[in-house]
């Protein structure tokens, strides 16, 4: 079964019945909006079916209020001069919106006299938002710019280049806020004096490498060492990590069993727990250049090493 279709007779749609209109526009006089009121409709619609029926229509349309409250009330000089006004107390051109929350006047008063605020802020002598954007000149080439309103007090450049060219002049030389002069600090191990940028004030405190090396050989052995357990598994002695530098450069920084270069440690010959007397365990000849592997296979007991420092044999 097909769906009822309704259809909209003439008679549901007052506004179509030229006779009605007629009375209604022509012989009372009513304004296309007061007939909208009454028929249910907006004015455009009535103005549309006026026309449809070749029913003359008034220029302007009758006003639907009377006295002080119709907006044609309003002079056109009053309605500049409130504008001018509040132009004067904002110090700039009024918004809609603005001119609506504190003109004398409302938008149906404006519409009364000019088809939008820009011929009102012609009239009034105002610079014109034009479309809420507003003409500026270029501190730098001189050219003139559109810029949006709300940055009317701000900017100050047409064009990413042109601001390019003032921060090249302005961040220069003296006058540069980005300008850091390198400060000298006295280096914390060695005492000479050294240069560094002024950012890095509150952290340096070495001068090189070396005497940061240096001072965390001094100052992290003993108990003070992270790595230190209780006197025993860690600890190598504070001279532990001079002699260690010196069996890699003997050892020519690679791995004496298989001449890797990667991940190289020092191994102790006879080991460190050995000996009473760090500086006897340490000493060169007791040393030896492994990579990782060759190291993990000599503590399993899979490779060793003998005392001439040169020969390995399997297990």
């Known amino acids: ?162 601001t390019a060219a003032w921060k090249v002049e302005a961040y220069s030389g003296h006058g540069n806020p980005n300008e850091h002069k390198p400060i000298e600090c006295t280096c914390e191990w060695c005492g000479d004096t050294y240069t560094t940028q002024p950012y890095k004030k509150e952290s340096t405190r070495f001068c090189s490498q070396e005497c940061m090396i240096e001072w965390r050989a001094r100052e992290y052995s003993g108990e003070n060492h992270p790595r230190w357990k209780d006197n025993d598994d860690y600890y190598r002695g504070p001279n532990w990590a001079r002699q260690r530098e010196k069996a890699r450069d003997r050892d020519g920084h690679e791995c004496q069993h298989c001449g890797s270069e990667d991940q190289l440690q020092v191994h102790h010959i006879i080991p460190y727990e050995s000996f009473d007397d760090h500086q006897e365990a340490n000493r060169l000849p007791n040393l030896i250049t492994l990579c990782v592997s060759c190291h993990h296979r000599v503590e399993w007991g899979s490779l060793t090493v003998q005392s001439g420092l040169d020969v390995f044999s399997e297990s």
């Not at 500026?136 to 007090?153: F, T």
Request: hydrophobic share 25%; charged share 35%; aromatic share 6%.
């Open 1 to 162: 079964m097909c769906p009822a279709v309704h259809m909209t007779s003439v008679t549901e749609s007052p506004w179509w019945d030229e006779e009605q209109l007629r009375r209604l526009y022509v012989d009372e006089g009513l304004s296309m909006a007061e007939i909208g009121d009454r028929l249910g409709c907006s004015d455009v619609t009535v103005c549309d079916w006026l026309d449809r029926h070749d029913i003359d229509t008034r220029d302007p349309d009758p006003p639907t209020m009377e006295g002080e409250d119709h907006p044609r009330s309003v002079a056109r000089d009053e309605l500049i001069e409130d504008y001018q006004d509040l132009a004067d107390e904002l110090g700039k051109t009024p918004s809609q919106e603005e001119y609506n929350n504190h003109g004398e006047y409302t938008w149906s008063a404006i519409r009364g006299h000019f088809d939008g605020m820009g011929e009102l802020q012609d009239a009034a002598g105002l610079e014109r938002h034009r479309n809420g954007r507003v003409t500026l000149v270029c501190e730098v080439c001189g050219d003139e710019y559109d810029e949006k309103h709300a940055r009317k007090d701000t900017s100050r450049f047409c064009s990413r280049e042109c």
